[in-house]
């Protein structure tokens, strides 16, 4: 069920890739249409862990955990949409941090800037969120995730990197990007977040994008940034001409 990584040579980091509509939230019509990923990244000596863009079947995935033997400790949000932090959307109700809160208090890591809009769609008290800068850490156990500030489909999308890899929610996909056209969206922003912020990260890390847009599940950011379209339009000309209004 999923993919789940085992590759330190002590066994300390706890990472698991989850297909909603198959790993979870199976019998969910919209949870299989939208083919959203969600992690748990967590630290195996401490068996504290956390959740990544909890939607769609919030106790299927508390159970998860509980059944790998670990304890939730928090939940980190890539942005705002319904499909990643629960709210309504297109008329449908997805379930989402409202119903793990209510499973479990925990601390809900999100960027300063998406604050606002995650209070909007998901109805959470400013209380229930805490609100980061780009660079900041936040460790689970013994293991460090850091927060990247990456705005563009949203204003306070955020990737996560953890020991060699990188969870990209909307901002990157193995096969293109997240959209500019949405509410909070900035196509100026996202060429920024892509070609500055996220060029430090390096060729050998692997990226675990927020959607299965693309035949693989992840793939290195060498082989994205070689084979993903969006990496040839270099120059801001040439991006406003494709994701310009």
């Known amino acids: 069920m999923g993919v789940t990584e085992r590759n330190d040579a002590d066994d300390r980091l706890y990472f ?75 008329g449908w109700q997805i379930e989402g941090i409202t119903r793990l809160l209510e499973r479990t208090q925990v601390p809900v890591h999100v960027q300063a800037d998406e604050v606002e809009w995650v209070e909007r769609v998901t109805g959470v008290g400013p209380g229930d ?21 990456t705005p563009g489909h949203t204003p306070g999308s955020q990737c996560f990197l953890v ?23 900035d196509p100026m922003q996202m060429h920024e977040s892509l070609m500055t912020r996220l060029a430090r990260v390096p060729d050998e890390t692997v990226l675990f994008p927020g959607h299965l847009y693309a035949p693989e599940p992840s793939a290195t950011m060498g082989h994205t940034r070689a084979t993903n379209y969006v990496f040839r339009l270099k120059t801001p000309e040439q991006w406003m001409t494709m994701f310009g209004a």
């Open 163 to 185: 020991e060699g890899r990188l969870v990209a929610g909307d901002t990157l996909f193995l096969e293109g990007c997240g959209r500019t056209d949405l509410p909070g969206s």
């Open 129 to 149: 969120l805490v609100a980061h800068q780009g660079g900041d850490v936040v460790t689970v156990g013994e293991i460090p995730v850091t927060l990247l500030h």
């Open 16 to 90: 698991r890739q989850l297909l909603a509509g198959r790993d979870f939230a199976v019998d969910d019509p919209v949870a299989r249409q939208m083919v959203n990923f969600v992690y748990l990244i967590g630290d195996r000596q401490s068996g504290e862990a956390v959740v990544v863009d909890p939607a769609y079947g919030v106790d299927d995935l508390c159970d998860l955990v509980e059944t790998d033997g670990m304890r939730l400790v928090g939940a980190l949000a890539t942005h705002y949409h319904p499909d990643h932090v629960g709210g309504e959307m297109a």
